[in-house]
T-cell receptor, first 113, second 116 residues
Framework: NAGVTQTPKFRVLKTGQSMTLLCAQD?????MYWYRQDPGMGLRLIHY???????AKGEVPDGYNVSRLKKQNFLLGLESAAPSQTSVYFC????????????FGQGTRLTVV | AQKVTQAQTEISVVEKEDVTLDCVYE???????LFWYKQPPSGELVFLIR??????QNEISGRYSWNFQKSTSSFNFTITASQVVDSAVYFC?????????????FGGGTRVLVKP
C-alpha cells in the first residue's frame, strides 16, 4: 500500500526554469493538497482540490499552477522558478467527509538557484 | 480565518524528562478538529491524533498525552519520559467543518531535541 507518492524527491532548478511535481495517491481520496514548508512557518497551503477536475487557491498560490485531471493524481507546476520558491513541498490527501487526518507524501526538496 | 500558534520554536530536554508542547488556536467556527503531526529527521509527516471540538476528554496513548481545553483554546501535547527517538518537529493543526476541502491550518512547529 503506497499511500501518497511524490516525484521527484529532490530537484535543483535555475531561476526561470519550469518543472512539474507529481503526486499520486492510491487511497481513493477525494481531497488533495499541496503545501510548502519553510523554516519557522509550518506548512502553508498552496492549492488544493476537492475532486477530479477541480482546483482552488490556498494561502500562497502565486507562482504555482495545479491540475487534477485524474482523481488519483495532483500536479503542481512552477512556470518560471524563483529563489523564493526554494522549499520543501508536501502533497497530501484526505477523505471526503469527517475531517479525517490528511495523509502526506515524503516531500520534495526543491532548490532554485 | 483560522490560526494556530506554537509559541515554542525549540525545546531541548535530557532523556527521561517530560516535555510539554503548547498549541493555541483561533477559529470562529464551533465545530472544528485539531491535530498533532510528528516530523522526524527523515522528513515525513506522521499523524498522531485528531480531536473534535465536542470532545474535551484528555487522551493518553503510551507516553503521549493530550490536554484539550476549549476555555483557553489550547490543545497541548505532553511526552512523558522522553526518549531520543522523540526528537522531531511537532506540528499542531486545525480544520473546521466549514473549511472548504477540510484544509488544514498549521502552526509553525516546535522542534524537540532529546539528548541522551
Amino acid at each position: 500500500n503506497a499511500g501518497v507518492t511524490q516525484t521527484p524527491k529532490f530537484r535543483v532548478l535555475k531561476t526561470g526554469q519550469s518543472m512539474t511535481l507529481l503526486c499520486a495517491q492510491d487511497m481513493n481520496h477525494e481531497y488533495m493538497y499541496w503545501y510548502r514548508q519553510d523554516p519557522g512557518m509550518g506548512l502553508r497551503l498552496i492549492h488544493y482540490s476537492v475532486g477530479e477536475g477541480t482546483t482552488a487557491k490556498g494561502e500562497v498560490p502565486d507562482g504555482y499552477n495545479v491540475s487534477r485531471l485524474k482523481k488519483q493524481n495532483f500536479l503542481l507546476g512552477l512556470e518560471s522558478a524563483a529563489p523564493s520558491q526554494t522549499s520543501v513541498y508536501f502533497c497530501a490527501s484526505s477523505y471526503l467527509s469527517g475531517a479525517g487526518e490528511a495523509f502526506f507524501g515524503q516531500g520534495t526538496r526543491l532548490t532554485v538557484v | 480565518a483560522q490560526k494556530v500558534t506554537q509559541a515554542q520554536t525549540e525545546i531541548s530536554v535530557v532523556e527521561k524528562e517530560d516535555v510539554t508542547l503548547d498549541c493555541v488556536y483561533e477559529t470562529r467556527d464551533t465545530t472544528y478538529y485539531l491535530f498533532w503531526y510528528k516530523q522526524p529527521p527523515s522528513g515525513e509527516l506522521v499523524f498522531l491524533i485528531r480531536r473534535n471540538s465536542f470532545d474535551e476528554q484528555n487522551e493518553i496513548s503510551g507516553r503521549y498525552s493530550w490536554n484539550f481545553q476549549k476555555s483557553t483554546s489550547s490543545f497541548n501535547f505532553t511526552i512523558t519520559a522522553s526518549q531520543v527517538v522523540d526528537s522531531a518537529v511537532y506540528f499542531c493543526a486545525l480544520t473546521t467543518i466549514k473549511a472548504a476541502g477540510n484544509k488544514l491550518t498549521f502552526g509553525g512547529g516546535t522542534r524537540v531535541l532529546v539528548k541522551p
